[in-house]
């Protein structure tokens, strides 16, 4: 029986703060877990009955299906529901339902344990193929097996898709396809026990508005079913089974985050310029076109980064040229006048796309990503640059190559950039002529080498997330080590001041589109002023943040702090210099630093 709220203990635990809000609600374990099946014998009497239900747990795993082929159809699209297509054709295999009949019959089994038994034998079979295509249906016959086994043996599928409420999502591990997923009216927040502030799924949150938090060790095995749960995507900190009298004091916390969210958003219309009349360009990170309303309400001037491979990642094939160009079109003319700068294709890392060859790789974050994947698929590569191309006659474009570490790279990227400009051209297409072309910097060879680099485009955008893991040698996800990923290292401020030395030296712009402009708040943002970033894009939420504080200093008193934050030998030496900084020059910024409700009681 569960236990009423009362009678259960609170317990509070501390994760990794990874997007913005407190939300209150029930629990909702998303469980990947295989169930456990033994060779339990039957009698003869039994095997019609066992059949009966093993039909019937087939019959009720299509209906799940076809109902969740349906609400991805309405919320994502027809293309993005093509994901399932091979679970139903699975499902509906008449040889694998007769041999499994058989074998109830012969050896008079359990059906569980019979479906395992030849279910298995195809997934080895497929594990094995050659062709990648096929070895990746593997994953979809696992899937497939743990459906209908869990109907078989009267377990509820905990799976996301089956949320029919407002939940809180709690889950040992998210996937960014599983987030993607989401459905935004029943999630009301996420947590999970691993990832980082920058993993792809805590990415997603925050551009979806729902608060998470992750890195919570073994939060999920305390969490069951109907509990009662408090998420503080500000501080992590996360509360089970609260007392009333926590309720009321993050009921508080939240009803003066709303606060200051709507005080913050009447800044929407104004510039980002320092008090000493400083512009700096401010523009928004989105991962699908849905954002872009979003991003733009929140008072962006365009898009800083549109991380183009979730199309990608979402569809069960690849997409073509046309369907491409009407996806790129529409963002591109929501925008205009103003520009979006598309990322090409940064599959790879924790992105991994169903069509791809994704054989394992020991280390995926150093493999085959970014620009090393696109140039090894210039076909790919080619499509989507073409697409691009042509949207951008709807507009203003922009165009970044991700993951560089050589030069060569960028080199091969913009010779194919030409060729495909004057295809167009040949083919008589309408494209935009005067797209700028950049590289992200986030490798610490594109830092080193910046200088150089700088000759070659005509701007740079910093993603803090990868050169931080590579700067450091810390995985963005792995939050047995997030003590160490830290944007605010020394280091990484003065590979960032490189950065910015060699763009401006060579007379290119340079902006910054890691979440270091959304998660570090206000001491972040206010280095960033002073290291001389010329552009900064974040999530929606955090656009009139950075906004508010740019217009709250001068551009002069940032330089001098980061002078100072130059020579300091650790982050915590920084962090109390900006710190005080803020005590004595600006205390009015001190109101938007997030509070632990907990702590004040
Ligand atoms: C980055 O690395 O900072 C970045 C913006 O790219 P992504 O987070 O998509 O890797
Ligand atoms: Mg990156």
């Keep these: 029986m569960v236990k009423k709220d009362t009678e259960k203990k609170e317990m509070i635990f501390n994760g990794i703060p990874a997007a913005p809000g407190i939300a209150f609600g029930e629990v909702f374990v998303v469980n990947v877990d295989e169930l456990p099946v033994t060779p339990d014998p039957i009698s003869s009497k039994d095997i019609k009955p066992e059949i009966a239900e093993f039909e019937d747990a087939l019959k009720r795993t299509g209906e799940e299906l076809s109902e969740l082929h349906k609400a991805l159809a309405a919320e994502m699209g027809e293309d993005h529901a093509k994901i399932l297509d091979s679970h139903i054709m699975i499902l509906a295999d008449e040889m694998m339902k007769d041999e499994t009949i058989d074998l109830i019959k012969k050896e008079k089994v359990g059906a569980a344990y019979a479906f395992t038994k030849i279910i298995d034998k195809t997934l080895t079979a497929f594990e094995h193929m050659e062709d990648q295509y096929l070895k990746e249906r593997a994953e979809d016959i696992k899937d497939v097996k743990r459906r209908v086994i869990r109907n078989l043996l009267g377990q509820k599928t905990e799976g996301i898709a089956n949320l029919r409420k407002k939940a809180i999502v709690v889950a040992r591990n998210l996937t960014p396809s599983d987030t993607v997923g ?32 992750v890195g919570l060790d073994q939060f999920s095995s305390h969490a069951k079913p109907y509990d009662q749960l408090i998420v503080d995507g500000l501080t992590g900190q996360v509360v089970l089974n609260p007392k009333p009298e926590t309720v009321k ?58 991380r183009t491979e979730y199309f990608f990642i979402t569809r069960g094939t690849l997409p073509g040229e046309e369907e491409q160009y009407r996806y790129y079109k529409e963002v591109v003319k929501k925008v205009a006048p103003d520009p979006v700068l598309f990322r090409t294709l940064d599959i790879g890392g924790d992105k991994i796309a169903k069509w791809v060859d994704d054989s394992k790789e020991d280390n995926p ?31 203003r474009a922009r165009v970044m190559f991700p993951m560089v570490s050589v030069v060569d790279e960028v080199r091969q990227a913009i010779a194919i950039c030409n ?19 950049g590289i992200m910097i986030e490798t610490p060879s594109a830092v080193v080498m910046s200088d150089l680099l700088a000759r070659e485009v005509d701007f ?88 508010k504080i740019i217009r709250s200093v001068t551009y002069d008193e940032t330089r001098v702090l980061v002078k100072k934050a130059l020579k300091m030998s650790t982050s915590a030496e ?22 632990d409700p907990i702590s004040e009681r």
């Design 182 to 213: 989401f459905k935004r009216k029943y999630v009301l927040a996420f947590v999970s026990d691993t990832g980082g502030r920058t993993s792809h799924a805590a990415i997603i949150a925050k551009s979806i508005g729902i608060p998470a938090v």
């Design 249 to 306: 004091l993050y009921k508080e916390a939240q009803r003066r985050f709303v606060e200051i969210e709507k005080e913050l958003l009447t800044l929407k219309d104004y510039p980002a310029v320092t008090l000493d009349e400083r512009l700096i360009e401010l523009s928004g990170n989105i991962e699908m076109e849905e954002e872009v309303e979003n991003v733009i309400r929140h008072g962006a001037r365009g898009i800083g980064l549109f």
């Design 365 to 395: 974050y150093m493999g085959w990503r970014g620009i090393r994947f696109t140039l090894s698929r210039k076909d790919i590569f080619r499509t989507q640059l073409r697409a691009i191309f042509r949207a951008a006659a709807h507009g």
């Design 419 to 437: 060729e495909v400009k004057d295809d167009l051209k040949r083919e008589r297409y309408q494209y935009g002529e005067d797209v700028e072309i």
């Design 460 to 547: 740079f955008s910093i993603g803090s997330n990868d050169l931080v893991q590579y700067a450091l040698a810390v995985d963005r996800g792995n939050s047995r080590i997030s003590y160490l990923y830290d944007t605010l290292h020394p280091a990484i401020l003065r590979m960032i001041n490189d950065t910015v030395t060699s763009a401006h030296n060579a007379g290119i712009w340079v902006g910054l589109c890691g979440e270091m402009a959304s998660d570090t708040r206000i001491i972040g943002i206010l280095l960033l002023i002073g290291l001389g970033l010329d552009e900064f894009s974040a999530s929606a939420y955090f656009i009139p943040e950075i906004k």
């Design 574 to 595: 920084i962090i109390k210099l900006c710190n005080e900084f803020i005590e004595e020059k600006r205390p009015e910024l001190l109101e938007y630093i997030p509070q």
